[in-house]
């Protein structure tokens, strides 16, 4: 569904993400893990095309997306969310997803239609502020937000827009431990029937291991391994690299 | 009501004139509208010997800032000429007289334009008159310093826009229409460095330069004509502004010869007298002749016209009289006021400069060229 | 060394558009009429006879004060056009003035220079400035934040020097070009047809609002909000910023050449003045000063901006003014210095502007209404 | 070659008022966050206070040591109203940044209009030592000595504002507080001193920029800040905002670019190629000339 | 028990309108961490805040913060750090425009020589990427410089904001071995979301819920007791040991 192939991002020397081959085949869970500063962020960045590769591709469904603009790679079905919270502070949290919704369904280049009035919307808005549980703060100021809330926010713009490959950048970070099994049911969920793929870098590892069919290694850019829970858990420089002796 | 009211102006025959004086009390052209407010008091004091009345009826004056914005200035006049006002008077700014004088033919009122110099108010419409003189008359008195101008070479050296576009056209047409070769340099109004202007013009070598620029960046513009050596290769002309002004040619005012409009000791008429002795100061400075001018036109205008606005127009429409400036006359065709002009030096150092006359020109000498009246 | 920060401009102090939240209970009912109960009290103001004195030098319905109120109203317009950029799409454009400039230069060459009927003329004369907009902005929204603010400056200043230089001899330079009337329809020459444009100038108002209102209360305009907040978030959303942001820049600059056609025939001419950064700068005041991203807050801090610069002059010359002592009266005889005044001090007593004024004195109502006894 | 060499100078001393009055924007701008349209304000503080100054202070003059206590005196008045300005009326308003332009578009309107209602519309001459009305000859071309004082002046300007960034820590501090000046409280440095400190090197700059200007042009009026003001926008944008190097480059490209277009192509073409040079340079590099990308 | 170093009393913060902190009051233990526990958006970070004086311009703090005799309310926030309170906030807030050199040499505090040999062998990272902008270092990067730029000094008390968010778990053990040193030395109040590194870190502890105190106590007790941690914090007790 979603391949790079030899994708490569280098600022002067350092190639920052280095000749990463991936594929992720629909219905698919990757989890992506790896030391700070290896390269995922920057991996989910090049997908999305908020920066451009210095060498290397990017198939989606088999095409070509490598120079597609953002917002066209998004309309082909790619989603995100950000690691640092992006949401759009000044709008209410509903408003937020009513834009993420409008945007997915199209017609947003109208300047004469009330869009308070499109039911639809409305209602596709609140079924996924329904699955976040973010409905009661729905009339909250978004930039208002605490920085749980505004964690669950981001996937609720995702799961607006129904992407087909979605990318998750952190989602758990800060949030508290009550909420994490909520959000991991949400995740969970989203991947199920409709072979949407997901690609999602955490940290905590036990959503990892509760969620990915199969997890990528990254370290210093380079995809170290790639390969189901169990044996890259059992991977000695996994072990040394990334997770360290347990608390 | 009705939304089509206007006060009407009344026919009583004790009832005040009421006049408005459109002028800039505040903006750039401060101490222009100060002069003209100074000498338009004077004058009127002069011309209903101190009672401020014509017949039994008093003039009332209401004074208006325009801040130099035509905006403002329209909304000012239609104020006035819906309160009843029929006479309109001041405009320091170009755009604000040729603004104000469609507003005063729609409407019927008699408009006297004040130190705007803009030749295109001259013939503008029928009930626009003005007080003071134009470029064109700046133009002849600057044609005087050369002679003969046949054969010789004559350097325009304007800022861009309308005032150097009106400049220019006027010298192209009096001294190149005499035989000279005119020729032009113009630079932005906002220029602040003028070396290759200087340059342009020295490489030029004209016999006369004749300099046409107004604003702030004037003392800039002469110091750099001096270091570059312009000033003392050639007869450079040009108009003598304020009295505040004099002191920013420094070592340069020397080097030029000045037409002017006016200085205090330009002429010594009854007029200038009773000015003198009127003004705050005592010092008649550039533009308060135009402030008396338009006094007395407005006390002729009353007198001869009572409400009546085309009567006015009639009674001011070749009329003669003593200004300050000594015998003017409106010209009945286009309402060109003609007038003396005067050719002057600048001496003195520091701050302490004073002008003094070397020539003066009679209105006829420097009359404009009659224009088709437009409305 | 001096490294540089991202050139981002921060999004205005601009409130949740209304049009995007629910109304208030209270007023719930009411509340959609009221634009139209103002509207026609403005309507039927020519008609009032009543003095103010102080606030209007003649009676409501004379023509100094309708001519007032028509330039009020028109700034009015232009102000909520320019908050559609500044304030509901968080574009800081330095250069609209250039827009509405194209207007009324615009009209007045096309009436004035080629002798076009006004119907003509003005259509020409938005349509080239919409255009206009469109062209331009297409090249100056590949920058954003203060780099956009700068070029579009730049723009402008470029259409500032052409006006000022009399290019062609068409614009009549620094001393303007007055319009020509004689082809005009008669109901709009003179002083007696003041309230034609007074009615002109409150229909150029209404229709900016409505159509103001309309824009953002319409999907494009949730979109506009959003974009205010983060444009990258917009384009992984699956919307294209640039194309938005433009339509926004176009639809505002043809909102402000219609305000530049009424204004010409109010004014009854052009002046280099209106080509001025300035007078962007002034948009930008009086849409802070009633309060970005509101309805009604850009309309009544452009009225009341204008209204201002026009009444300090008298203002500056009364004779209250001139009985002070010297340190006083001399400031403020310059209304500018007035003005300025004004709006620093509006700046730190009304964050949010006017338009915050009814949420800031809530407490104060709710204190004063009288509590239901238990 | 007289004339390149003539109009290269001259265009240099052009571009050394331009570079004058942009440091101290481009200074505020950067450091401080605040697009200080009050700018010319402090220039004609700077200006008006020489010219006072050499007329009435003890001690100061026209001429000689005079004149520099005359100039030293403006500088210390430009500094100290732009501390003022920053104590009462931007500081109030820090992290609220439309604001704070707004409050110096403000006090442009009511700065200007003080100084007119003070001291008039009109241009004053103003006192400056004869030397500078004089010019030197440099390989046949008489160059202005104004120009050259603006150039020298400059070079002053240029080296002691890089000295300051480059070597206190007050660069630091005030480079970290346009990012977040909370943290940078929460770092237990009182960052309101620092931005003090950047208003009043800003101010003192752009009182220099007035008062050497005003000698240039030979008057002093109240508009004349603000007329300066736009060229310095256009200087400071190109040169890439905040970057006291790039002003430099920017403000030499301006200088010569609008000299030599004045002289060889028709009038006014200089302002537009300035503009335009403005357009171009964004739309490649929207972040000027020495501004870097910002990562996100 | 000795003398609390920080007590809390009443704390109670208002920010646009919403009372977010209602009569808060708790104390921190002159040695050892102590946690402040609670969901999402019930007010740790603004508690932490107001204790450094950083509340927004449009919120309202009234109550008794006290560090010794000394009430820290209405007093600067550069003088309360100067006096020896150090705060690492919750989203790091390195300064990105800066190198990581210079962020480090932004926290040197006057008069104190800075301890960049103890940073250093805490963090090598930073001492290697020196020159590079703290914009591009990646989140657990920043984390370590955030951390670092505190303990350049001497500090009497430190606050810490949800420091492991968003780390690998080999670096959330890194920084919790870190914290677990510094607070051999200086007390630590931590918000921490991380059940284990609490587990592994705490001493006391204390719980916020609807803008009130919960619980506080010892934190060791407070994990064993399933019944409250179920109630307190959503979790039972087998899963924050798992
Ligand atoms: N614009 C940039 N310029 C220079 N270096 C950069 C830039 N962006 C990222 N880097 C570097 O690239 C590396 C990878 O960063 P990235 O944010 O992708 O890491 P990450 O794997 O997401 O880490 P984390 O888990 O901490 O979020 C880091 O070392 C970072 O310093
Ligand atoms: N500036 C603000 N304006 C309005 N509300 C605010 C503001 N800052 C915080 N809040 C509100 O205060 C509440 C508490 O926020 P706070 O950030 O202290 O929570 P928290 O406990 O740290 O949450 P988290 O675990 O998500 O970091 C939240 O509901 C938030 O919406
Ligand atoms: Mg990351
Ligand atoms: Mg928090």
Not at chain 1, 208 to 234: F, K, N, Q, S, W
Not at chain 3, 198 to 218: C, D, E, N, T
Request: charged share 15%.
């Amino acid at each position: 569904m979603l391949a790079t192939r030899g994708l490569t991002w280098r600022i002067g020397e350092v190639a920052i993400v280095d000749s990463v081959y991936l594929d992720l085949a629909p219905g698919e869970f990757l989890g992506v893990i790896g030391p700070n500063g290896a390269g995922k962020t920057s991996l989910f960045n090049l997908i999305t095309g908020l920066r451009r590769p210095t060498e290397g591709r990017i198939l989606l469904d088999g095409e070509d997306v490598t120079a597609l603009p953002p917002h066209r790679r998004a309309r082909l079905g790619l989603g995100r969310t950000f690691q640092a919270s992006s949401v759009f502070g000044s709008l209410t949290v509903r408003e937020n997803v009513r834009l993420a919704v409008q945007a997915y369904r199209g017609g947003s280049m109208k300047l004469w239609r009330r869009a308070a009035a499109d039911r639809e919307v409305a209602a596709a808005a609140d079924a996924a502020l329904d699955r976040v549980g973010l409905q009661h703060r729905g009339a909250a100021l978004a930039g208002t937000l605490a920085h749980g809330e505004k964690r669950k926010l981001e996937i609720a713009l995702l799961l607006a827009g129904e992407p087909r490959v979605m990318l998750l950048d952190e989602p758990m970070a800060g949030v508290s431990a009550e909420d994490v099994p909520e959000l991991v049911a949400v995740i969970k969920s989203l991947t199920g029937d409709s072979g949407r793929a997901v690609l999602m870098v955490e940290h905590h590892m036990d959503v990892i291991l509760e969620l990915a069919d199969r997890i990528a290694v990254m370290h210093h850019g380079a995809l170290l391994a790639c390969d189901t829970p169990d044996t890259v858990m059992a991977n000695a420089t996994v072990q040394e690299a990334y997770l360290g002796e347990s608390l | 009501g009705s939304p089509q009211d206007t006060a009407s102006g009344g026919g009583d025959s004790a009832a005040p004139v009421k006049v408005g004086l459109v002028y800039s009390q505040s903006g750039a052209l401060a101490s222009y509208g100060k002069q003209y407010i100074e000498g338009f008091k004077a004058g009127l004091d002069h011309a209903t010997k101190g009672t401020g009345k014509v017949g039994d009826r008093k003039i009332e004056l209401t004074e208006v800032d325009d801040a130099g914005d035509p905006a403002k200035a329209v909304s000012a006049a239609k104020d006035l000429i819906g309160k009843g006002a029929k006479i309109i008077a001041g405009s320091t700014a170009s755009g604000v007289a040729l603004q104000v004088a469609p507003i005063a033919a729609q409407n019927k009122v008699l408009f006297i334009s004040g130190p705007a110099a803009t030749d295109a108010i001259t013939g503008a419409n029928k009930y626009t008159f003005r007080s003071g003189r134009q470029s064109y008359q700046d133009v002849v008195t600057a044609k005087s310093f050369i002679g003969d101008p046949a054969g010789k070479k004559v350097v325009v050296f304007a800022q861009d826009g309308a005032f150097g576009d009106a400049n220019e056209a006027a010298v192209k047409a009096v001294i190149g229409g005499a035989g000279a070769s005119v020729s032009s340099v113009r630079a932005p109004a906002s220029a602040t460095e003028f070396t290759p202007f200087a340059s342009q013009i020295k490489a030029a070598k004209p016999d006369l330069l004749f300099v046409a620029w107004a604003g702030t960046t004037a003392p800039a513009m002469w110091q750099t004509l001096d270091q570059q050596g312009v000033l003392s290769s050639t007869t450079v002309v040009t108009g003598l502004d304020i009295r505040a002004s004099w002191p920013t040619f420094g070592a340069a005012g020397s080097k030029i010869s000045f037409l002017s409009h006016y200085f205090d000791g330009a002429s010594d008429t009854e007029a200038a007298k009773a000015a003198k002795a009127k003004i705050p100061g005592g010092t008649i400075d550039l533009f308060h002749p135009d402030g008396f001018a338009a006094a007395q036109m407005v006390v002729r205008a009353v007198q001869e016209g009572g409400d009546d606005v085309e009567k006015m127009v009639k009674a001011l429409e070749g009329w003669t009289f003593d200004g300050v400036k000594g015998s003017m006359t409106i010209r009945a065709g286009d309402h060109a006021l003609l007038q003396p002009m005067y050719q002057a030096k600048l001496s003195g150092s520091g701050t302490a400069f004073t002008a003094a006359a070397q020539k003066s020109l009679t209105g006829d000498e420097t009359a404009p060229p009659v224009t088709q009246m437009k409305g | 060394m001096t490294e540089v920060k991202s050139p981002e401009v921060p999004a205005p102090p601009a409130a949740v558009p209304d049009e995007l939240t629910p109304g208030r209970r209270r007023w719930h009912g009411v509340r959609p009429w009221l634009p139209l109960a103002a509207l026609a009290v403005a309507a039927i103001l020519p008609y009032s006879t009543v003095s103010l004195p102080g606030i209007f030098e003649g009676p409501l319905n004379s023509p100094g004060t309708l001519q007032l109120l028509a330039v009020c109203l028109v700034f009015g317009g232009l102000a909520a056009g320019y908050d559609l950029l500044f304030g509901r799409t968080g574009m800081l454009s330095f250069g609209h003035a250039l827009y509405f400039a194209a207007g009324v230069y615009g009209t007045d060459i096309l009436v004035t220079r080629a002798g076009l009927p006004l119907w003509q003329a003005a259509l020409l004369a938005v349509t080239g400035a919409t255009t206009l907009a469109a062209l331009l902005g297409a090249v100056a929204l590949r920058t954003v934040g203060i780099a956009f603010a700068m070029v579009t400056l730049a723009f402008a200043q470029v259409g500032a020097i052409l006006v000022a230089r009399d290019f062609g001899g068409w614009t009549g330079g620094e001393e303007g070009l007055p319009l020509d009337v004689s082809g005009l329809p008669p109901a709009l020459v003179g002083v007696t047809n003041t309230v034609n444009l007074y009615w002109l100038a409150l229909a150029y108002l209404a229709v900016v609002v409505l159509v103001v209102h309309r824009v953002s209360g319409s999907p494009t305009g949730r979109v506009l909000a959003g974009l205010r907040d983060d444009e990258r978030r917009i384009g992984v959303l699956g919307l294209d910023p640039y194309r938005f942001k433009l339509v926004a820049f176009t639809l505002a600059g043809g909102l402000a050449a219609s305000g530049g056609v009424v204004y010409c025939l109010i004014v009854g001419g052009a002046s280099p003045h209106i080509t001025s950064s300035e007078l962007t700068l002034s948009l930008l005041v009086m849409v802070v000063l009633g309060g970005p991203g509101t309805r009604w807050g850009p309309v009544l801090g452009g009225i009341l901006y204008m209204y201002l610069d026009h009444r300090l002059t008298a203002f500056g010359t009364s004779d209250a003014v001139e009985s002070l002592p010297a340190v006083l009266s001399r400031p403020l005889s310059q209304p500018l210095f007035v003005l300025g005044t004004v709006f620093i001090l509006a700046v730190y007593f009304f964050p949010g502007g006017l338009a915050s004024l009814t949420s800031r004195l809530t407490p104060l109502t709710r204190a004063l209404r009288p509590t239901p006894r238990a | 070659m007289t004339t390149v060499i003539l109009l290269a100078l001259t265009g240099l001393g052009l571009a050394a008022l331009y570079f004058l009055v942009a440091s101290g924007l481009s200074l505020v701008f950067g450091l401080a966050d605040v697009l200080n349209f009050a700018h010319g304000l402090f220039l004609g503080v700077g200006a008006y206070a020489t010219w006072w100054a050499a007329g009435n202070l003890p001690g100061a003059g026209s001429d000689g040591f005079g004149f520099v206590v005359a100039v030293a005196f403006g500088v210390l008045a430009g500094a100290l109203v732009a501390v003022l300005v920053e104590l009462v009326l931007i500081r109030p308003l820090y992290s609220r940044t439309i604001e704070q332009v707004l409050v110096t578009v403000g006090l442009s309107l009511a700065g200007v209009a003080l100084l007119q209602a003070t001291w008039g519309a009109d241009a004053r001459p103003f006192p400056r030592p004869e030397w500078t009305r004089q010019v030197t000859s440099i390989l046949g071309a008489n160059v202005p000595n104004g120009g050259l004082l603006l150039i020298v002046a400059a070079v002053l300007v240029l080296g002691a504002l890089l000295a300051f960034l480059r070597w206190t820590r007050y660069g630091l501090v005030i480079r970290a507080g346009v990012e977040n000046r909370e943290m940078v409280t929460a770092l237990g440095i009182d960052v309101r001193k620092a931005f003090t400190l950047v208003f009043a090197i800003g101010g003192a700059a752009a009182a220099l920029a007035g008062a050497l200007g005003s000698v240039y042009f030979g008057t002093v009026s109240p508009g004349q800040g603000g007329s300066l003001l736009i060229f310095a926008f256009i200087v400071v944008v190109i040169g890439g905002m905040g970057s006291v190097v790039g002003s430099a480059y920017a403000a030499v490209a301006v200088g010569l670019l609008q000299q030599f277009v004045n002289y060889y192509g028709e009038s006014g073409l200089g302002d537009i190629c300035v503009v335009g040079l403005l357009a171009v340079v964004l739309l490649l590099r929207p972040q000027g000339f020495a501004g870097k990308v910002a990562t996100a | 028990m000795s003398e609390p170093v920080l007590s809390v009393e009443d704390l109670s913060v208002r920010i646009a309108g919403l009372h977010i902190l209602q009569g808060v009051s708790f104390t921190v233990a002159p040695t050892g961490v102590t946690v402040l526990l609670g969901r999402n958006g019930v007010g740790k970070t603004t508690t932490l805040r107001a204790i450094v004086g950083l509340t927004p311009r449009n919120g309202e703090v009234r109550g008794a913060i006290r560090m010794g005799a000394q009430s820290l309310l209405a007093r600067p926030t550069h003088r309360l750090v100067r006096g020896g309170l150090g705060y690492v906030p919750e989203d790091r807030c390195v300064f990105t425009g800066l190198t990581v050199a210079e962020n480090l040499r932004l926290a040197e505090r006057r008069g104190t020589t800075p301890a960049y040999d103890k940073v250093f062998a805490l963090f090598p990272e930073l001492d290697r990427r020196g020159r590079q902008r703290a914009g591009s270092l990646s989140g657990g990067q920043q984390q370590m410089l955030a951390i670092g730029r505190v303990l350049l000094n001497d500090n009497r008390l430190l606050l810490v904001d949800e420091p492991t968010k968003g780390l690998a778990p080999k670096v959330v053990t890194e920084v919790a071995e870190v914290l677990e040193r510094v607070a051999e030395s200086v007390p630590v109040l931590l918000v921490e979301q991380n059940l284990a590194v609490v587990r592994r870190l705490a001493r006391d502890a204390v719980v916020l819920a609807a803008g009130k105190v919960a619980w506080a106590g010892d934190a060791q007790e407070l994990l064993l007791e399933t019944g409250l941690t179920k109630s307190l914090l959503g979790v039972g007790s087998a899963e924050v040991h798992s």
